[in-house]
């Protein structure tokens, strides 16, 4: 393929890390947050991905373009058309992002200290290691290497979906116990949901990134 075949896609891929770590960087802010209900470090968290989806459209244009000049083959093909995935798994991130914040920002000083630091710490811990993971991929060439990232990054949306399904059951029993505040915990839950599909969304770019290198099927 043309050296300025390489060329755009690198600018791509580095458009795409851009965004992956001003996604890392509002989960890390979550995190920070979640420990005191700090309202300005949502603020801030929001704020890293703010204008998202004027950065995607540039690079799904700049995907688009890529395919129109140079009609890419095998591998090639591959891995474009991964890139273009990522895009949209991060901007789905994004948006699970802002809606946790959201969602966490109107109920977090009604949620219990020993919850927030038993389940919902832990939880957006392993949220925010498996977007890392996944976005340090994408500078990853190596097969074997991206085969361990991408079972670190598995591991962790594991743990993710278990501490929600912990998370569930102990504030459906306090829901229970409180009639009156049913919607008080189904807020809750309905914002601790987000920060696990966040998680979700880190193993599907994890996913697309072992594809890229190794082909054959997209693991489920």
Same mark, same amino acid.
């Given at each position: 393929?043309?050296?300025?075949?390489?060329?755009?896609?690198?600018?791509?891929?580095?458009?795409?890390?851009?965004?992956?770590?001003?996604?890392?960087?509002?989960?890390?802010?979550?995190?920070?947050?979640?420990?005191?209900?700090?309202?300005?470090?949502?603020?801030?968290?929001?704020?890293?991905?703010?204008?998202?989806?004027?950065?995607?459209?540039?690079?799904?244009?700049?995907?688009?373009?890529?395919?129109?000049?140079?009609?890419?083959?095998?591998?090639?093909?591959?891995?474009?058309?991964?890139?273009?995935?990522?895009?949209?798994?991060?901007?789905?991130?994004?948006?699970?992002?802002?809606?946790?914040?959201?969602?966490?920002?109107?109920?977090?000083?009604?949620?219990?200290?020993?919850?927030?630091?038993?389940?919902?710490?832990?939880?957006?811990?392993?949220?925010?290691?498996?977007?890392?993971?996944?976005?340090?991929?994408?500078?990853?060439?190596? !097969? $074997?290497? %991206?085969? /361990? +990232?991408? &079972?670190?990054? @598995?591991?962790?949306?594991?743990? !993710? $979906?278990? %501490?929600? /399904? +912990?998370? &569930?059951?102990? @504030?459906?029993?306090?829901?229970?116990?409180?009639?009156?505040?049913?919607?008080?915990?189904?807020?809750?839950?309905?914002?601790?949901?987000?920060?696990?599909?966040?998680?979700?969304?880190?193993?599907?770019?994890?996913?697309?990134?072992?594809?890229?290198?190794?082909?054959?099927?997209?693991?489920?």
């Amino acid at each position: 393929m043309l050296p300025t075949f390489q060329t755009n896609l690198n600018s791509v891929r580095d458009k795409i890390i851009n965004i992956g770590s001003d996604l890392v960087k509002s989960n890390e802010l979550i995190l920070e947050a979640l420990h005191d209900c700090d309202e300005e470090k949502f603020a801030k968290a929001r704020n890293y991905i703010k204008n998202i989806s004027a950065k995607t459209d540039e690079i799904d244009n700049a995907i688009i373009k890529i395919l129109a000049l140079y009609t890419p083959e095998a591998r090639d093909l591959r891995q474009v058309v991964a890139y273009f995935k990522i895009v949209n798994e991060i901007a789905r991130a994004c948006s699970n992002t802002r809606s946790f914040i959201r969602g966490f920002t109107d109920v977090c000083e009604d949620l219990d200290v020993s919850t927030i630091n038993e389940y919902a710490l832990p939880m957006q811990t392993s949220t925010v290691k498996a977007i890392k993971t996944s976005i340090e991929m994408m500078r990853i060439d190596d !097969a $074997d290497e %991206l085969q /361990e +990232m991408y &079972e670190e990054v @598995l591991i962790e949306e594991n743990k !993710a $979906d278990d %501490l929600y /399904e +912990m998370i &569930e059951r102990q @504030l459906v029993a306090q829901a229970e116990n409180s009639k009156n505040s049913f919607e008080k915990f189904h807020k809750m839950l309905r914002a601790l949901r987000k920060s696990e599909k966040i998680a979700g969304r880190a193993i599907s770019v994890a996913n697309l990134l072992v594809y890229i290198k190794l082909g054959g099927n997209i693991h489920s």
